[in-house]
């Protein structure tokens, strides 16, 4: 599979009312389009994809916190803040964003929540991991 097409499949299905239509603001609305935009450029990102999925398969590290801690400096300045505090809707959007990749984009049949502990940056606390991978993932260009 490509990242094209998972980020086509996550663009056409994300806001739809079988997935994360709470979250259609975060796709469509300006305010977030920073923030729609940082996510779909690292899913667009071969390389970062792959260390993301790494980081979540080997290690137990949330594709949220891999990615968050990646775009630390453009969320500092999205946010203007040092700090990167995101809003509650943002981080639930992230959060469901990655869902929908690894869910429905990559196949995984699992997940459980993790404490991640970004309380000093971002203000994230836990998010989620994915198991259950029912084939191995090739990502093409």
């Known amino acids: 599979m490509t990242t094209t097409e998972i980020?086509?499949?996550?663009t056409e299905q994300f806001s739809?009312?079988?997935?994360y239509k709470q979250f259609r603001e975060f796709q469509y609305g300006a305010q977030y389009r920073p923030y729609w935009e940082l996510c779909m450029a690292a899913l667009l990102d071969k390389e970062l994809l792959g260390h993301i999925i790494f980081c979540n398969d080997i290690h137990r590290i949330p594709p949220?916190?891999?990615f968050l801690l990646y775009y630390r400096k453009a969320f500092q300045e999205i946010t203007g803040r040092e700090d990167a505090?995101?809003?509650t809707f943002v981080k639930k959007a992230i959060g469901a964003?990655?869902?929908?990749?690894?869910?429905?984009?990559l196949?995984?049949?699992?997940?459980?929540?993790?404490?991640?502990?970004?309380?000093?940056?971002f203000m994230v606390r836990t998010a989620t991991c994915f198991?259950?991978?029912?084939?191995?993932?090739?990502?093409?260009?």
């Open 85 to 87: 505090m995101l809003e």
């Open 64 to 66: 949220v916190k891999t």
């Open 131 to 141: 198991m259950g991978l029912q084939k191995e993932i090739v990502l093409e260009g």
């Open 7 to 10: 980020a086509q499949k996550v």
């Open 97 to 105: 964003f990655w869902g929908m990749v690894f869910k429905f984009g």
């Open 107 to 121: 196949g995984y049949q699992a997940q459980e929540s993790v404490s991640i502990s970004l309380n000093r940056e």
């Open 16 to 19: 739809d009312p079988n997935h």
